[in-house]
């Protein structure tokens, strides 16, 4: 049907909360129930810029602080023509982090506050939903250890923890928090009903600008 266009969903929360396979899980549902749906995640590792962040990650090269949020950032701008072709096309994208991940990481840090480090996130698509995956550090300790990347540290994953309640407390962002120490079906299932509420409510409505 021409006009109606596809949703923004995007996954955020700390490491180990199940982000990436609720993620795959989620859009084969959402195929399966009929929606044309597709996945995406940030950092996207593939592209030239994604490729300098994959080796920050990977603590094979170092970068000035400043420089790779802009490089977090400037890895989403490059994929926001696909992003807007494919959802005005009505396919929904399912997002595995977005903007709020790269303000929550690069503001724990010394020095950074959060207001400068929304500023070049400021204007992407809207996401109509955004689902916080929310896990005690407990249960995420039951998930196996971190991996060898640059911020996989629990001091550092508390403090990114305290920084997502706080962009959580802008009402103008569609968050929906979801206890993420259930089995994987039940937060699967709850996903899958809060996405098609959003799909349903985004159809008709024009994509937003985020942070405006
Ligand atoms: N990360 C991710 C940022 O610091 N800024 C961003 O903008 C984004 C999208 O990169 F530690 C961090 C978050 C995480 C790492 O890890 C990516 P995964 O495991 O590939 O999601
Ligand atoms: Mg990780």
Redesign the pocket.
């Known amino acids: 049907m021409a006009g109606l266009r596809g949703a923004l969903i995007v996954l955020e929360g700390a490491d180990r909360a199940g982000k990436s396979t609720q993620a795959r899980r989620l859009v084969e549902a959402l195929k399966e129930r009929g929606y044309r749906t597709e996945g995406l995640r ?2 996207e590792r593939t592209t030239e810029i994604g490729q300098l962040i994959g080796s920050y ?1 990977e603590k094979k090269s170092n970068l000035e602080d400043h420089t790779i949020h802009l490089l ?1 950032s400037a890895n989403r701008w490059e994929q926001v023509p696909m992003i807007k072709e494919k959802l005005r096309s009505g396919i929904t994208l399912v997002v595995d ?1 977005y903007a709020f ?2 303000v929550a ?2 503001s724990s840090k010394e020095n950074f506050d959060l207001h400068w480090c929304k500023q070049p996130d400021v204007g992407l698509p809207k996401p109509d939903l955004v689902l916080f995956l929310k896990v005690s550090p407990e249960v995420a300790a039951t998930r196996g250890g971190f991996g060898n ?1 640059i ?1 996989e540290t629990n001091s550092f994953q508390e403090k990114v923890a305290k920084r997502y309640a706080q962009l959580m407390d802008d009402k103008t962002v569609n968050w929906k928090l979801v206890d993420a120490s259930q089995d994987i079906e039940n937060v699967h299932r709850q996903l899958k009903e809060l996405s098609e509420k959003a799909i349903d409510d985004a159809k008709d409505q024009p994509i937003g600008k985020l942070w405006e």
């Open positions: 940030f950092p990650l977090f982090r991940s790269g990481f690069t990347e911020y």
